[in-house]
């Protein structure tokens, strides 16, 4: 089974930016199911952005056109590229394999 390793978390300023990764232990590109999902202080976990099954990267209204998710495939790593990021982004993210295998999370803190 494949494992997830996120990192990249910490305290960023309003309209700043940051950048979380997410390393799987097998070959990123064969996981076609990889997503972001975020969980905010006494919230649910809630999804981000993630690609489709029809191979379509989509993103969550509120982070659309300031969140981007890269790919760097010799290094089996993913991103989620934080710009522009509010105070209501403030959240522990996590990425995930089909909803099936997750990162630890990565704790994100947007304040000034």
């Known amino acids: 089974q494949v494992q997830l390793v996120d990192a990249g978390g910490g305290l960023v300023q309003p309209g700043g930016s940051l950048r979380l990764s997410c390393t799987a232990s097998?070959?990123?590109?064969?996981?076609?199911?990889l997503a972001w999902y975020r969980q905010a202080p006494g919230k649910g976990r809630e999804w981000v952005a993630g690609?489709?099954?029809?191979?379509?990267?989509r993103y969550e209204d509120f982070v659309k056109g300031r969140f981007i998710i890269p790919r760097d495939d010799a290094k089996n790593t993913a991103y989620l590229q934080m710009n522009n990021p509010k105070p209501k982004n403030t959240a522990i993210y996590y990425c995930?394999?089909?909803?099936?295998?997750w990162g630890q999370g990565a704790p994100i803190t947007v304040s000034s």
């Open positions: 995930t394999a089909g909803t099936t295998t």
């Open positions: 097998e070959k990123i590109v064969n996981i076609l199911s």
């Open positions: 690609m489709s099954t029809d191979g379509i990267i």
